[in-house]
Structure formats: structure tokens, C-alpha cells
């Protein structure tokens, strides 16, 4: 059964960065678009960035100019790298395939922009 696996998250001050990973057991990326997703307190889950195989990439107006998601193919790992942190970042970041998420959500991964 194909597991993901989010990490990297932690407690971080506006303006500050972290790096997210994610990884999958029993599958490959290779041929999939890959997204990271987030779950803000009391709001539903919403995509946040994209990129294909090939490396194209999508943000959501939110986080772009902001976050960078990209990925290694050979080491099957999707990485979103997020800069400028607001208090509205603070979420339970997740990855899944995109626009469409068909694989089973991993436990995701909690970011918390505070001072």
C-alpha cells in the first residue's frame, strides 16, 4: 500500500523559512503531477503548489513568489521550500498527487508560524 510520508515541518517566526519533504513507499513519482496541500484551522484542505514531472510548476496566489516546490525523481521525493512565513501559513501541510489527490493522505507534517 502506497504510504506517504511528510516531514520538515516545525515552529518557526514570521519571515522565517523551513523546508518540507515528502516521500512514498510502494511508488514512484515518475509520472505523476505532485502537489503539497495545506489544512489551516477550520478551513478545508486547498492545494497550494504544484509541478509535473517535468518541472512545470503552479502556486496558489498565496504562497507564490514565496514557496518552491520541487522534486528529485530519482530519490522519489517532492520538497517545498517556504520563505517569507506568514501567520497564515500555519497549517498541517500534506503532499498528495495533483490537482486531483488519489492517493491515501500521509499524517502531513505541522507548520506553525508564531512570535
Known amino acids: 500500500q502506497v504510504r506517504l510520508v511528510e516531514s520538515g515541518g516545525g515552529l518557526v517566526q514570521p519571515g522565517g523559512s523551513l523546508r518540507l519533504s515528502c516521500a512514498a513507499s510502494?511508488?514512484?513519482?515518475?509520472?505523476?503531477?505532485m502537489g503539497w496541500y495545506r489544512q489551516r484551522p477550520g478551513k478545508e484542505r486547498e492545494l497550494v503548489a504544484r509541478?509535473?514531472?517535468?518541472?512545470?510548476?503552479n502556486y496558489a496566489d498565496a504562497v507564490k513568489g514565496r514557496f518552491t516546490i520541487s522534486r528529485d525523481n530519482a530519490k522519489n521525493t517532492v520538497v517545498l521550500q517556504m520563505n517569507s512565513l506568514k501567520f497564515e501559513d500555519t497549517a498541517v501541510y500534506f503532499c498528495?498527487?495533483?490537482?486531483?489527490?488519489?492517493?491515501?493522505w500521509g499524517q502531513g507534517t505541522q507548520v506553525t508560524v508564531s512570535s
Open positions: 509541478s509535473t514531472e517535468a518541472g512545470i510548476t
Open positions: 498528495n498527487t495533483a490537482p486531483l489527490p488519489v492517493l491515501t
Open positions: 510502494e511508488m514512484t513519482f515518475s509520472g505523476y503531477t
